[in-house]
């Protein structure tokens, strides 16, 4: 499978998404500038963590009208994949690629630390490797990951299985105590109603070897090439 | 001409951090205060003269870029 790791003024885990698709997975990986305007050569486009554009205005307000993301929304219409991971989900969430919104962390803290996930669903190209239920222990590092919507939104996240992981404790319960921003429901990761495109504010790119800690990353990043 | 636009959170969504300067507030001795939302003021400057012209195509601005309207709401001045 082809990556595109997309490189926009602010983004820095950049370089963490290239090294573990490109190194860790052994995939082609290439880096693709903000102010290209094709990814048509791409099996899967990701918007890595940062701050786009300082979080000027609302995080990812402004790079949604980079001109990369008008490929992109193509590309996404074509079914091909789109993983947006913190800052990258702040974007798909400001671009309406996907539905919803970022507030500040209900802390007003930036949270950097391991959290455990609960795995809603194994019905998306994301998480097929997965087992429902499985907890995944996975780092997050963000000041606006309180995701909000509206109650009809909500219903129809639930209705069309949208909902993809959730913060849990370390048995998989899902509750407020292991929430670290206020998110809605507990809501870590949300994906669009076809299944092909997905936001999720934690790390999965800095949980991908042993050596930093966990691995668990690995269960998303080799569901994506259908690879157990 | 020069225009304002606030840009505010929706009643229905709740606003930490004006919850925070509202405690803050209340520690000082200012236990009056009932709520404080927490926003932005926009100044724009804009060549149109016609000023519904100018309003509508802050409306279009608003819409598109400074507010998103999932979790904000905004008023325009002149």
């Not at chain 1, 990814?39 to 609302?58: E, Q, T």
């Not at chain 1, 809605?184 to 042993?210: D, S, T, W, Y």
């Not at chain 2, 804009?46 to 507010?67: I, Q, T, V």
């Amino acid at each position: 499978m082809k990556f595109a790791v997309v490189v926009f003024p602010g983004s820095n885990c950049d370089y963490d998404c290239y090294h573990a698709f490109k190194h860790v997975l052994g995939q082609p990986t290439d880096f693709v500038w903000h102010k290209e305007h094709d990814v048509s050569k791409y099996d899967c486009v990701v918007l890595p963590g940062g701050f786009s554009y300082g979080d000027y205005l609302r995080t990812g307000a402004i790079a949604r009208f980079s001109p990369l993301m008008e490929a992109v929304q193509k590309h996404a219409e074509k079914g091909k994949l789109v993983i947006g991971i913190c800052n990258g989900f702040q974007i798909l969430l400001e671009s309406g690629l996907l539905p919803g919104a970022m507030l500040r962390n209900t802390s007003l803290k930036f949270v950097c630390k391991y959290v455990h996930l609960n795995v809603q669903t194994t019905a998306t190209p994301f998480t097929r490797a997965a087992k429902k239920g499985q907890i995944l222990r996975i780092p997050v590092a963000h000041g606006e990951g309180n995701y909000f919507c509206d109650a009809q939104t909500l219903a129809s996240l639930k209705k069309n299985d949208q909902i993809v992981v959730k913060y849990c404790d370390a048995r998989g319960q899902v509750v407020s105590e292991a929430n670290p921003n206020g998110s809605l429901e507990n809501i870590a990761g949300i994906c669009n109603a076809q299944h092909n495109v997905f936001g999720l504010m934690p790390h999965p790119e800095r949980a991908a070897e042993k050596e930093l800690g966990s691995t668990d990353g690995l269960v998303i990043l080799k569901s994506i090439l259908d690879i157990k | 001409m020069k225009a304002k636009v606030y840009v505010t959170l929706k009643k229905s969504v709740l606003d930490p951090q004006g919850k925070a300067v509202q405690h803050a507030l209340s520690t000082l001795g200012y236990g009056d205060v009932q709520s404080v939302r927490m926003g932005k003021y926009i100044e724009v400057e804009l060549n149109d003269k016609d000023r519904a012209k100018a309003e509508s195509n802050l409306r279009a601005m608003c819409e598109k870029l400074l507010a998103n309207t999932v979790i904000e709401e905004y008023r325009i001045e002149f």
